[in-house]
């Protein structure tokens, strides 16, 4: 079989083909035609969005109670997240999005362009979790994670997560530098 260069003319046979015969070939070569490398997929697919009111002082541990849905806080949440007050909480519309395929939480963070809109608050997390724990239909997962970036009191931003089981909501929070990621079908809130 002949060869030029590295290519059989079999291969080369196989590329015009691919590329959509000799005439494609005329147009590349005349700059008609263009060739790019495949771009990956979005990490997330957006799903919907949920308005949610303004809040004028929100205070975590009155807000972590059974009463709301909470069934279990993590050890990080408690140490990091229970902590927060927060004021003056404007109105926002969340936008929820699914996680297409694993990913580790900086990622998913800089997809969601965090550093630029914000995080979500965690008043308006808690809010959707305790209005879903009381039988309102809503944007959550009740059969898997759902995940928003919030502001701790320490300045930095955590990946505050939660599970619903028959008891309630299992809430923690992670550093964003976490070793594991999350699996696909994970739901994530932005601003």
């Not at 590295?6 to 691919?18: F, G, S, V, Y």
């Not at 976490?178 to 739901?187: C, F, K, L, M, S």
């Amino acid at each position: 079989m002949r060869k030029y260069g590295k290519m059989t003319l079999d291969e080369i046979e196989a590329t015009i083909n691919k590329l959509g015969g000799p005439e494609a070939c005329r147009k590349l070569r005349s700059g008609e035609l263009t060739v790019s490398a495949p771009t990956t997929p979005p990490l997330l697919k957006v799903l919907d969005t949920v308005d949610l009111p303004a809040i004028s002082r929100f205070v975590a541990t009155d807000a972590c109670t059974k009463a709301n849905g909470i069934a279990w806080l993590g050890g990080n949440f408690r140490r990091v997240m229970l902590p927060l007050v927060e004021e003056n909480i404007a109105a926002a519309t969340l936008t929820i999005h699914e996680l297409v395929r694993g990913s580790r939480d900086l990622r998913i963070a800089a997809e969601l362009n965090v550093d630029d809109n914000g995080p979500v608050s965690l008043a308006h997390f808690l809010y959707l979790l305790s209005k879903q724990a009381k039988g309102e239909s809503g944007p959550l997962r009740a059969d898997g994670s759902n995940t928003a970036y919030v502001l701790g009191p320490d300045g930095n931003i955590w990946a505050v997560d939660a599970f619903l089981d028959s008891v309630g909501w299992y809430v923690d929070a992670d550093s964003l530098s976490r070793r594991h990621g999350w699996d696909a079908g994970g739901r994530f809130l932005s601003r």
